[in-house]
T-cell receptor, first 114, second 114 residues
Framework: GENVEQHPSTLSVQEGDSAVIKCTYSDSASNYFPWYKQELGKRPQLIIDIRSNVGEKKDQRIAVTLNKTAKHFSLHITETQPEDSAVYFCAASIKGAAGNKLTFGGGTRVLVKP | EAGVTQFPSHSVIEKGQTVTLRCDPISGHDNLYWYRRVMGKEIKFLLHFVKESKQDESGMPNNRFLAERTGGTYSTLKVQPAELEDSGVYFC????????????FGPGTRLTVL
């Protein structure tokens, strides 16, 4: 089955700096890659996603890149702010008859220091 | 619009007891997923309902876990008898259909087995 590795497990950045989280996946059939943000005590929420027919997607300070050949994808947060502090999860899935179950990475705890 | 709700938010039980977790998906969402995060590790898929039918239960750890979704609305996940390794956070998610649509997560139920 699919396996997703996520690095780093923790990331501390100064406010205003950039943060990069990297994930690799094993199943070349995976074609949908969402990123979820979970703030302390709250539910995971989708912040951005990318499909396999796209190499990069941006939404304000957040961007995701996908390299299908290397089977890795990354989340980039620019101009980090204290409210970006949270645990971020990458995931991969295969659209198919069995549905859209997500295989998650282990999570990255991001701390933005003011 | 009300989001995915889960009950209870926390449950502390002793080994050997039974616990039932409940998930109410977003109204109109046919797809309902159960996931769990154990010991700060990755969020792992348990099973997927389409309406009242189990579409994929490949992630269910063993026969101590029973999930139901009678009538295709809310779902329950029963653990009987509970073991220490069942401790973790159980998340429910729902989506309108299984093709790329965002999965909306509930706040989770934190289960502690003593």
């Amino acid at each position: 089955g699919e396996n997703v590795e996520q690095h780093p497990s923790t990331l501390s950045v100064q406010e205003g700096d950039s943060a990069v989280i990297k994930c690799t996946y094993s199943d070349s059939a995976s074609n949908y890659f969402p990123w979820y943000k979970q703030e302390l005590g709250k539910r995971p929420q989708l912040i951005i996603d990318i499909r396999s027919n796209v190499g990069e997607k941006k939404d304000q300070r957040i961007a995701v890149t996908l390299n299908k050949t290397a089977k890795h994808f990354s989340l980039h947060i620019t101009e980090t702010q204290p409210e970006d502090s949270a645990v971020y999860f990458c995931a991969a899935s295969i659209k198919g008859a069995a549905g859209n179950k997500l295989t998650f990475g282990g999570g990255t705890r991001v701390l933005v220091k003011p | 619009e009300a989001g995915v709700t889960q009950f209870p938010s926390h449950s502390v039980i002793e080994k050997g007891q039974t616990v039932t977790l409940r998930c109410d998906p977003i109204s109109g969402h046919d797809n309902l997923y159960w996931y769990r995060r154990v010991m700060g590790k990755e969020i792992k898929f348990l099973l997927h309902f389409v309406k009242e039918s189990k579409q994929d239960e490949s992630g269910m750890p063993n026969n101590r876990f029973l999930a139901e979704r009678t009538g295709g609305t809310y779902s329950t996940l029963k653990v009987q008898p509970a073991e220490l390794e069942d401790s973790g956070v159980y998340f429910c998610a729902s989506s309108q259909d299984s093709s790329y649509n965002e999965q909306f997560f509930g706040p989770g139920t934190r289960l502690t087995v003593l």
